[in-house]
């Protein structure tokens, strides 16, 4: 089992990143898939996730309406397009099941919102 996340980098307050999570398929695509991030000295929060089928998804309250989750399971791929991004959204972002699986943490990739 094996959960690859790319696609952070360093933006400007505004502008938008889209992350990718790579993940090994089978069980996967019949698993909801979220994305968690965390910030420097805080706890590891949810972000979004989107239900095994596509059709259900749902947003932590900071991030709707900028952020979109999607999968796409003929490619075992999950992303996050994250638009008018804050500096608040600094952190290191996760892709895991959802509910998360210990075992199933990555080794995340950073996003950093300049100000």
């Known amino acids: 089992v094996q959960l690859v996340e790319s696609g952070g980098g360093l933006v400007q307050a505004g502008e938008s990143l889209r992350l990718s999570c790579a993940h090994s398929g089978g069980t996967f695509t019949s698993y909801d898939l979220g994305w968690f991030r965390q910030a420097p000295g805080k706890e590891r929060e949810f972000v979004a996730s989107?239900?095994?089928?596509?059709?259900?998804?749902y947003y932590a309250d900071s991030v709707k309406g900028r952020f979109t989750i999607s999968r796409v399971d003929a490619e075992n791929m999950v992303y996050l397009q994250m638009n008018s991004l804050k500096p608040e959204d600094t952190a290191v972002y996760y892709c895991?099941?959802?509910?998360?699986?210990?075992?199933?943490w990555g080794q995340g990739t950073q996003v950093t919102v300049s100000s």
């Open positions: 895991n099941s959802d509910p998360p699986a210990t075992s199933y």
């Open positions: 989107i239900g095994w089928s596509g059709s259900r998804r």
